[in-house]
C-alpha cells in the first residue's frame, strides 16, 4: 500500500510538473484527489490493514495528498503567471507617444521680473504702491522737485491730454502720492510698479509705453549706505550670489545726492564682455537720497527724516536677463515668444 | 560737451593721466564720459612738407607734379590733384609707407607716366569730418600755417594726436559746458593745482561810450548786457591752432571774429556775439519785448516773426537780434567788417528758452542760456573775446566796457555740517577731509567747529541746499568708500494689498488654465477705441485723447482692452499660429467731462481672446475647437476662484462687434460686469482672422465685492439619491432659467442640479429641444428614503411643468 501511494506521488508530480494549462492541471487535480480518484480508493482500503498500521498508512496517504495539493497550487500559481504575462505582453503601448496635452500659459516676461522684484522687495518690509497712468502735471513733475520750465523737463518728452494733465513720464508720482498720505509720519516702505509713457518712436531700444519699478524708503535715519547695502542684496539675489554694485554719482531732481548704480555683469564676472561692453559693469538702477524739497512737499520734516529712492526698467532688466534683443517683442505678443518664459 | 584732452592739459596738469584714466576717474566722481574718442583714426607716416616747386603733369591737365621736402636729404616728387596746390604752401604729406584712416598705405606710384612718392593730405584723407573742413579748403588739400616745422609729425600741428572726452552732462551740471568749468571739476577730481587764463587788454584811450550806449527796458529780463568796440578788424582765418579747437570740439571755422567768439564760448560757456559796427545802423543798443508780429531776417535767412513773449536786441528801432538765440542778418560780420561790436550778456534762461523753442532754433549759445551760464563770467569772458581779437585779428579795443545792470552779482553760502553729512551718507568722514574737499573744489568757506559755511561760486548754481554740500563732499570722498549697511528702522509687514492678492490670482488662473498674459499699448486709434466697449451701453463716456499724439495709431487712449487684443491674434495669425488664447490685465481710461478738467477713471480690465484649437490631441483624434463654452467654462473658474460663482449671471445679450445670438452680458449680483461672446463675423472678417471669441471684465468691480471667508461645509453622513429628469422645452427656454427654476422649487433637499445631456434636431418636434437633468437630494439629518425624494421631485416636476411649458421626455 505504501508503494501504491509512493507511485501515485510520482506519478502525479511527473504530470503537475508537464501540466502546460490550467484546464490540464485542474484534470490531474481531480484524477488524483477527486472523490473517486487512486487516494481516496486507497484510503478506502485502509480498512483491511491491521489496526496498529492503519495510522501510519492514514497519515502516509495524507502526506501524499497534501504533497499533491501543494505541487498542483505551485504549478498553478505559476500557470496564472505565465497567462497573466502573456496577457500583459499583448497590451504592451508605444510610451514614445505623445502624452494627452495639458494646456499651460504663463505670464509675460515683464510681469515675471516685476512679480520677482515684488517678492523680494515685500519680504524686506515694503508694500506694493500703484497710482494713476494718467496723472497731473503736480505730481508727475513739480511734486518732484521739476517745476515749470525746469531744463530736466527735457530729459522726458511727454505725452501731454492737457496743460495739467499728462501720461505719467515715470512711476514716481506714486511716490508723492503715498507720501502725502502718511502725513509726514514714517516709515513710508513702497515699491511701485507700473506702465509709463515718453514721447519715443518705437524702434529696438525704445519704446513709446514702458515699464518702471521703483522703490522709496523714507524714515528717521536712512543713509546712503543703506541704500548700499539693500540694492547689493537686491542685485544678488536677481542676478546672484557674487553680484557687486557700483554707485557713480549722477542727477535726478528729486533725489539729492543721486546716483547711477552699477552691478557687476553676470555673464562675466566682471571681467568684460559684450553684455557690459567691455566694461565689467552693467547699468541698472537709478537712485539716491530723496530731495529735501520732495520730502517737504509731502509733508515730510527734511530735518527729521531722510530716504532713499531707487528705480529701473523692467525691460532692461528682462532683456539682460533673457538675452531679449528688441524691445518691441514685448508688445507685440508673438505667442512663440510668450510661450518662451514658461520657468520664469 | 565735447572736451579735447589736449586743450585741458594747459589749464590742469594731466601728468601722467590717460585720456582714458582721466575719463574713469571723471565718470566715477559724477559726470559720465560717454566717450573716449581718439582724433588719430590710424594714421603713421604723415609729416610736415613744404612745396618747392609746382608745375603742371605733362600729360594731365588736372594733375601736379610737385617737388615737396619733408625734411629728407632730397626733396620728393609727388602727384597731385588737388586744385588748390601751390610752390611755398607747407602741407600734411603722407610718405611711402604711411597709413591712412581706413589702413590705406601709401606706396610708390606711377601717374601717367610720373612717378608719385606720397601724397598730399586733405584734411578729410586725414579723418576730419566733411563738415568741419573750413570752406576754402572743402576741396582740395589742407594748407598749413607759415610755421608748421618741415619734417615734423604732422599729427601734431593738425591736434590729431589729441583725445576728445565726450561728457554726458546732466541738467544740473551746466558748468562744464566749458573749458574753464571742465578744468574746475578735473582739478577737483584728480587734487591738481589749476592754471586758468587770464585776459589782459591794452586799450586804446579812446572810450567805446562815444560810440554805443546801452538800455535795458527790464533788469529781470536781460539783468546784464555789456558792449566792447573793436576797431581795425582784419577779417582773416583764425591761427590753426584756434581752428584745430574748435574742430575738435565740432564746430566748423570760418574767421577769426567768428572763431573767436565761438572759441569764449567754449572756453568761458559764455555766448557772445559780433555785430558788424558799421552796419548796425544806430549808435544805440536797446534791449526790449519784441512787438507782436514784429519780423527779424536771423543769419540763417530766415525771416522770423516774433512775439511779445521774446526779447530782442534792437538798434533803437530795428531788432538785430533775438536774445541768447541768433543774430540777425543785417548786421552779420563779413569779410569786409573793420569795427566790431560785441556783445556779452546775460539773459534770462526760460526767455531764451521759450524763444529758441518757439523758433525752432538750438544753438550752443541758446543750449548754455537756457541751462544757466556763470552770471559772474561775462565781463570776463568779453574782455577775453576783445584780447583775442587785438591779438588774432589785428583790432583796436576801445576803452571801457559800455554796460548797463551790474557786472557780478553776490555769492550765496550754503551751510553744511559734518555730522549731518555723515548722518546722511552713513559715513565716518573726518572734518579735516572735509576741508581738503571743499580746497578741492575751489570752494570758499568759514568752519566753526564741524559746521562749514560755504561761499558757492556762481558757476555752481546747482547748488542751493545743504544737501547739495553733501552730495559734493560725498562724490569727491568717493562712493566706492560708503560702507555697506541694511536700515536700522523700525520693522513693518510687507504685503500685497487684497485688490493685488487677487489680480495675482487671476493671472495665476488664468495662466494655468492655458492662456498666455500679454501686455499691449494703452495708446491707440480713434476708432479702436470706439469699438467693443460693449461694457459700456448707452451714456457713453468720451474718450481720452493726447493733445500732440505721435502718431494716428497711438492718439487715444483705450477704453477697453479687446481691440488690442484682436491686434494680437491678428499679429500672430498673419505667422501662421493659428491657436491663440490670451489675457490681458490692465488699465483703461474714460470721463465724464467734454473738456477734461479732471484726471479721467481708470479702470482696471481683464480681458481675453481665443481663437483657434483650444484643445488638440491628433493621434488620438482630439481636437476641441474655441468655441462659447470653452470661455465661459474658463470664466466660470475664474468666478469661483473669487468666491463669486454663484452671484454671476449670464444673460444673452446684443452688442456692437460681437455676434447677436452668441453674447452674453454678465452680472454680479445683478450689476454689469463684464462681456462674453463671439468676434461679429463682418467684423472677424473687416481684421481677417479666424473665428474668435472675446470676454472682458471690470476688475475693480470682482475685486471690489464683499466675499465671506471659506468656512467648512460637514462632509456628507448620508448616502443622498440621484433622479434624472429629461425635459421636453421651446427652442427659446433657456437651459440655465429651467436649471435655476429646478433649484429654486427643489428646496433645501436638493442638494444640486446639474445638465447632462442636450439634444435638438430629429425625432424632435419643430421649435423644440430635449435637456436632461441630474437631481441630487441630500438630507444632512438622516438617511433619505424614496418616499421623502417622491414628494420634493414631484413638486419640481409639477414646477418646470407648470413654469416652462415643459414635457417629460420618454
Known amino acids: 500500500m505504501q508503494e ?53 498508512m492514514g497519515q502516509l496517504a495524507n502526506d501524499v495528498r497534501d504533497a499533491i495539493t501543494q505541487k498542483v497550487e505551485t504549478k498553478q500559481e505559476k500557470l496564472e503567471r505565465e497567462a497573466l504575462d502573456a496577457k500583459l505582453s499583448s497590451e504592451t503601448i508605444d510610451v514614445t507617444l505623445p502624452g494627452r496635452p495639458v494646456r499651460k500659459g504663463n505670464a509675460h516676461p515683464l510681469t515675471a521680473v516685476v512679480e520677482e522684484i515684488e517678492d523680494l522687495f515685500i519680504g524686506m518690509g515694503f508694500s506694493v504702491a500703484e497710482g494713476p497712468e494718467v496723472e497731473t502735471d503736480y505730481y508727475n513733475f513739480e511734486a518732484l522737485n521739476l517745476p515749470k520750465n525746469h531744463p530736466a523737463r527735457d530729459m522726458q518728452d511727454s505725452f501731454f491730454i492737457t496743460e495739467d494733465i499728462l501720461l505719467r513720464t515715470q512711476t514716481s508720482p506714486v511716490q508723492a502720492r503715498t507720501m ?41 535715519n536712512v543713509r546712503m549706505s543703506d541704500l548700499k547695502g539693500t540694492l547689493t542684496l537686491f542685485a544678488q539675489k536677481l542676478f546672484g550670489a557674487e553680484r557687486e554694485i557700483r554707485l557713480r554719482p549722477s542727477f535726478f531732481p528729486f533725489t539729492e545726492p543721486s546716483v547711477e548704480v552699477d552691478v557687476s555683469c553676470f555673464k562675466c564676472n566682471g571681467k568684460g564682455c559684450s553684455i557690459c561692453k567691455r566694461t565689467g559693469w552693467i ?62 | 560737451m565735447l572736451v579735447s584732452y589736449n586743450w585741458l592739459k594747459e589749464y590742469v596738469d594731466l601728468e601722467g593721466v590717460t585720456p582714458d584714466e582721466l575719463a574713469d576717474r571723471i565718470t566715477k566722481s559724477g559726470i559720465e564720459v560717454e566717450g573716449v574718442e581718439s582724433l588719430n583714426k590710424g594714421i603713421s607716416g604723415v609729416v610736415v612738407g613744404h612745396v618747392e616747386a609746382c608745375e603742371q603733369h605733362p600729360n594731365a591737365d588736372k594733375l601736379n607734379v610737385c617737388k615737396v621736402n619733408i625734411g629728407e636729404d632730397e626733396p620728393v616728387q ?45 584734411l578729410e584723407e586725414l579723418g576730419v569730418d566733411a563738415k568741419m573742413v573750413p570752406k576754402e579748403f572743402a576741396d582740395g588739400i589742407y594748407v598749413l600755417q607759415e610755421d608748421a616745422e618741415v619734417g615734423s609729425d604732422a599729427l601734431a600741428a593738425l591736434n590729431l594726436d589729441d583725445h576728445i572726452l565726450e561728457l554726458g552732462l546732466t541738467p544740473n551740471r551746466a558748468d562744464c559746458l566749458n573749458m574753464v568749468g571742465v578744468a574746475y571739476e578735473v582739478s577737483a577730481v584728480l587734487e591738481k593745482q589749476l592754471n586758468l587764463p587770464k585776459p589782459t ?62 572759441y569764449v564760448l567754449l572756453e568761458y560757456g559764455q555766448p557772445l556775439h559780433a555785430f558788424d559796427y558799421d552796419r548796425f545802423g544806430s549808435k544805440e543798443i536797446l534791449v526790449r519785448r519784441a512787438k507782436d508780429g514784429e519780423e527779424i531776417v536771423t543769419l540763417d535767412d530766415e525771416k522770423r516773426k516774433l512775439e511779445a513773449h521774446h526779447l530782442v536786441i534792437t538798434n533803437g528801432s530795428e531788432p538785430v537780434a533775438v536774445a541768447g538765440v541768433m543774430g540777425g542778418a543785417d548786421s552779420e560780420v563779413s569779410d569786409t567788417t573793420t569795427t566790431v561790436l560785441l556783445e556779452a550778456a546775460y539773459f534770462n534762461p526760460s526767455l531764451v528758452r521759450q524763444a529758441s523753442k518757439d523758433l525752432g532754433l538750438r544753438s550752443e549759445s541758446s543750449t548754455r542760456f537756457e541751462k544757466g551760464i556763470d552770471r559772474n563770467r561775462v565781463y570776463e569772458a568779453a574782455n577775453r573775446a576783445a584780447q583775442l581779437l587785438e591779438e588774432l585779428a589785428g583790432g583796436e579795443v576801445l576803452e571801457g566796457m559800455v554796460e548797463e545792470g551790474p557786472r557780478y552779482v553776490d555769492h550765496y553760502n550754503v551751510t553744511v555740517s559734518g555730522t549731518r553729512a555723515n548722518k546722511v551718507l552713513g559715513t565716518s568722514i573726518q572734518t579735516e577731509d572735509i576741508h581738503k574737499i571743499f580746497k578741492r573744489l575751489d570752494f570758499a568757506y568759514e568752519v566753526e567747529e564741524d559746521v562749514f559755511n560755504v561761499e558757492v561760486p556762481t558757476r555752481r548754481p546747482d547748488i542751493t541746499l545743504e544737501e547739495d554740500l553733501i552730495e559734493e563732499i560725498g562724490r569727491i570722498y568717493g562712493y566706492d568708500r560708503i560702507p555697506t549697511t541694511l536700515p536700522e528702522g523700525s520693522t513693518t509687514p510687507g504685503e500685497l494689498n487684497p485688490a493685488q492678492k487677487k489680480r495675482r490670482l487671476v493671472r495665476r488662473y488664468l495662466q494655468d488654465s492655458g492662456l498666455y498674459q500679454a501686455i499691449t499699448y494703452s495708446l491707440t486709434t480713434e476708432e479702436k477705441a470706439n469699438r467693443y466697449h460693449g461694457l459700456a451701453t448707452e451714456d457713453q463716456p468720451a474718450y481720452v485723447g493726447v493733445s500732440m499724439p505721435m502718431s494716428e495709431e497711438r492718439a487715444v487712449l483705450r477704453r477697453t482692452i479687446l481691440p488690442q487684443l484682436l491686434e494680437v491674434v491678428q499679429y500672430n495669425q498673419n505667422r501662421q499660429i493659428n491657436d491663440v488664447a490670451i489675457f490681458e490685465v490692465g488699465s483703461t481710461y474714460m470721463t465724464e467731462e467734454s473738456k477734461l478738467k479732471n484726471l479721467p477713471n481708470e479702470h482696471q480690465k481683464l480681458a481675453g481672446a481665443f481663437t483657434g484649437l ?32 454663484d452671484r454671476i449671471v449670464y444673460q444673452q445679450a446684443k452688442r456692437e462687434g460681437f455676434h447677436p445670438g452668441r453674447t452674453a452680458i454678465l452680472l454680479l449680483d445683478g450689476k454689469q460686469i463684464g462681456i462674453v461672446g463671439q468676434l461679429h463675423p463682418a467684423d472677424q472678417k473687416e481684421w481677417d482672422i479666424k473665428e474668435t471669441y472675446l470676454f472682458e471684465l471690470e476688475l475693480d468691480e470682482l475685486f471690489s465685492a464683499d466675499v465671506p471667508p471659506v468656512v467648512y461645509n460637514a462632509l456628507p453622513r448620508y448616502p443622498s439619491i440621484s433622479r434624472d429628469i429629461a425635459l421636453i422645452l421651446d427652442q427659446d427656454v433657456q437651459a440655465g432659467e429651467v436649471q435655476a427654476g429646478i433649484q429654486a422649487a427643489g428646496g433645501d433637499l436638493l442638494k444640486q442640479v446639474s ?20 437631481l441630487t437630494y441630500y438630507n444632512p439629518e438622516k438617511t433619505l428614503t424614496d418616499e421623502d425624494v417622491e414628494k420634493v421631485h414631484h413638486k419640481v416636476i409639477d414646477y418646470v411643468k407648470d413654469q416652462f411649458n415643459a414635457t417629460m421626455r420618454g
Not at chain 1, 9 to 14: I, P
Not at chain 1, 195 to 215: C, L, N, P, W
Not at chain 2, 202 to 229: Q, R
Open chain 1, 283 to 344: 547699468e541698472i538702477l537709478g537712485a539716491g537720497m530723496v530731495h529735501p524739497n520732495v520730502l517737504e512737499m509731502a509733508g515730510f520734516d527734511s530735518k527729521e527724516y531722510t530716504g532713499f529712492a531707487f528705480g529701473m526698467g523692467p525691460e532692461r532688466i528682462a532683456m539682460l536677463k533673457y538675452g531679449i534683443d528688441d524691445i518691441r517683442h514685448f508688445y507685440a505678443n508673438d505667442v512663440r515668444f510668450l510661450e518662451q518664459f514658461k520657468r520664469a
Open chain 2, 78 to 122: 609727388i602727384i597731385c590733384g588737388a586744385p588748390n596746390v601751390a610752390a611755398g604752401q607747407k602741407v600734411a604729406v603722407a610718405k611711402v609707407g604711411a597709413v591712412l584712416p581706413g589702413d590705406f598705405k601709401i606706396k610708390k606710384a606711377k601717374l601717367r607716366g610720373e612717378a608719385s612718392h606720397g601724397m598730399i593730405c586733405s
Open chain 1, 180 to 220: 502725502e498720505k502718511h502725513e509726514g509720519r514714517g516709515p513710508v516702505k513702497i515699491i511701485s510698479p507700473g506702465k509709463v509713457y515718453r514721447r519715443d518712436t518705437d524702434d529696438a531700444t525704445h519704446s513709446h509705453q514702458f515699464m518702471q519699478i521703483e522703490g522709496l524708503y523714507v524714515d528717521k
Open chain 1, 4 to 56: 501504491r501511494l509512493m507511485t501515485l506521488q510520482g506519478e502525479a508530480v511527473e504530470k503537475i510538473e508537464k501540466a502546460g494549462s490550467l484546464k490540464e492541471l485542474q484534470d490531474i487535480r481531480v484524477e488524483y484527489l477527486g472523490k473517486k480518484g487512486p487516494i481516496t480508493e486507497v484510503l478506502k482500503g485502509m480498512g483491511k490493514l491491521p489496526a496498529e498500521e492503519r495510522p501510519k
Open chain 2, 614 to 645: 483650444w484643445h488638440s490631441h491628433p493621434w488620438q483624434q482630439e481636437k476641441k475647437p474655441v468655441d462659447f463654452y470653452v470661455v465661459k467654462g474658463v470664466l466660470d473658474g475664474l468666478f469661483e476662484k473669487l468666491g463669486l460663482n
Open chain 2, 201 to 262: 587788454l591794452s586799450e586804446t584811450t579812446e572810450s567805446a561810450s562815444d560810440f554805443i550806449s546801452v538800455n535795458i527796458d527790464d533788469l529781470e529780463d536781460n539783468p546784464y548786457y555789456g558792449a566792447k568796440v573793436i576797431r581795425n578788424i582784419q577779417v582773416g582765418p583764425s591761427p590753426e591752432w584756434m581752428q584745430n579747437r574748435l574742430i575738435a570740439a565740432g564746430i566748423r571755422p570760418i574767421n577769426n571774429v567768428v572763431d573767436i567768439t565761438n
Open chain 2, 755 to 774: 445638465i447632462f445631456d442636450l439634444y435638438e434636431g430629429e425625432h424632435m418636434d419643430e421649435g423644440k429641444k430635449s435637456v436632461a437633468y441630474s
